[in-house]
């Protein structure tokens, strides 16, 4: 492995080998922001395309083309990133595969609308953009392996096995998109590659060992995007408050939003990051695999948060379809579910239950039912909002008031 003290000035190609996982002050590069910011566009995407069909009332069509397309852009990002981590030397060769990753990502987003607009008809899957992007950034994946395979001989085996094993699954993708099949049997092949996808990794490195990441790295790295897909969150407000201040003006309502989506993005920022995961991650390796791919379920959940948003707009503008408490629940579930996916987690990387982090977490839901409760009795759609932004204001309260100090003693216990 190699850890440059003084790293060169130049990007020449150089050899492409494990990095050090203990190297010191190791931190995100230009490179890997610039990479992450054509995911805000994919998730734009993805929210705007999901509210459209939310506030139609069409839940099943929304749930479903949504979950797809974040599972698409949030497994090419997390298959990208732990490589780059391993072995990321960011050579000219490196920077030209990031760069054919970013217009795999933007081709992507360009798909997505037709994408959704066919879920939604339930006859045929417009698939081909979509995956075509997505094939594109698995080839430069391919391509970064097959490279490590050939400058790195101790990590040869898995490299290789990672290449093919990604080969195979993305000649399988592209049949999907050559092949007219059946509405529901696409659905279910798309369910079926993905899990595929999701097998690859742990299959690459049983027998030919674990690749150098760096568990500080990556967890900054994961934080990084929950902080771009807030911004999904941000632009809903922003479109709220603008749909409040066409219809009514500057009033107490557009300040409620205002304050409400706000509070809400700032929270949740809040929320996430008193897990403390890179030192977990140094800690207990093996426990990488479920942490990695249950942020799945936190970015879409914000993403979807985003959407929620966009659909208050719409209501607000009395364009929706629905009524204010469903439109309030396009906002509440997935601030639910990213809560109960980041509680899990940090159980889980705790490898412990604290009842009392679980009573914040119980708390949380009640102050979400109450918004619903509240709406549902009369309150404004923007109150319905402010009250459910409370919800990870119980939980930040707890832990600075209480829940910190129980996490300082199990990390004390945990890694001695």
Not at 290 to 318: C, D, K, P, R
Not at 343 to 348: I, P, S
Request: charged residues 10%.
């Amino acid at each position: 492995m190699t850890t440059p003290t003084h790293p060169p000035l130049d990007h020449r190609l150089r050899r492409m080998v494990g990095r050090d996982p203990n190297e010191s002050h190791r931190s995100a590069t230009p490179l890997e922001l610039l990479f992450d910011l054509t995911f805000v566009v994919a998730f734009s995407q993805a929210g705007a395309q999901a509210a459209h069909l939310l506030e139609l009332g069409h839940f099943g069509s929304a749930l479903i083309a949504f979950t797809l397309a974040v599972f698409a852009i949030c497994w090419a990002w997390i298959n990208y990133s732990w490589l780059a981590s391993a072995y990321d030397n960011d050579d000219a060769y490196v920077r030209v595969a990031t760069m054919v990753q970013m217009v795999g990502v933007l081709v992507m987003a360009l798909g997505m609308p037709e994408f959704f607009h066919s879920i939604d008809g339930g006859e045929h899957v417009d698939n081909g953009v979509i995956i075509a992007g997505y094939v594109v950034m698995r080839i430069s994946t391919i391509a970064l392996w097959l490279r490590v395979a050939r400058h790195d001989p101790g990590s040869r085996r898995t490299a290789l096995r990672y290449a093919a094993l990604l080969g195979v699954v993305q000649l399988a993708w592209i049949v999907l998109i050559i092949v007219n099949l059946p509405f529901a049997l696409t659905l279910w092949l798309w369910v079926l590659l993905g899990v595929c996808e999701m097998a690859v990794p742990p299959l690459a490195e049983r027998r030919g060992g674990g690749t150098p990441w760096h568990p500080h790295h990556i967890a900054e790295r994961y934080g990084l995007l929950v902080i771009i897909t807030l911004g999904e969150v941000v632009l809903g407000t922003i479109l709220a408050v603008s749909a409040v201040v066409e219809e009514l003006g500057w009033s107490i309502d557009a300040a409620a939003v205002a304050f409400g989506g706000t509070l809400l993005a700032f929270g949740l920022w809040w929320t996430y990051f008193m897990m403390p995961s890179g030192k977990l991650l140094s800690a207990f390796r093996r426990r990488s695999y479920l942490w990695g791919y249950g942020h799945m379920v936190v970015f879409g959940s914000l993403a979807a948060t985003g959407a929620g948003l966009h659909v208050a707009a719409n209501a607000i503008e009395g364009e929706a379809h629905i009524d204010d408490v469903a439109v309030l629940a396009t906002i509440v579930v997935p601030v639910a579910i990213f809560l109960m996916a980041l509680f899990t987690l940090y159980t889980f990387l705790m490898g412990r239950f604290d009842p009392f982090h679980i009573g914040l977490f119980a708390g949380s839901l009640v102050v979400l039912a109450g918004s619903i409760t509240a709406v549902a009795a009369g309150a404004s759609l923007p109150l319905g909002i402010v009250i459910a932004a409370l919800a990870p204001v119980v939980v930040v309260v707890g832990y600075e008031t209480v829940g910190h100090r129980h996490q300082l003693r199990a990390l004390e216990e945990i890694l001695g």
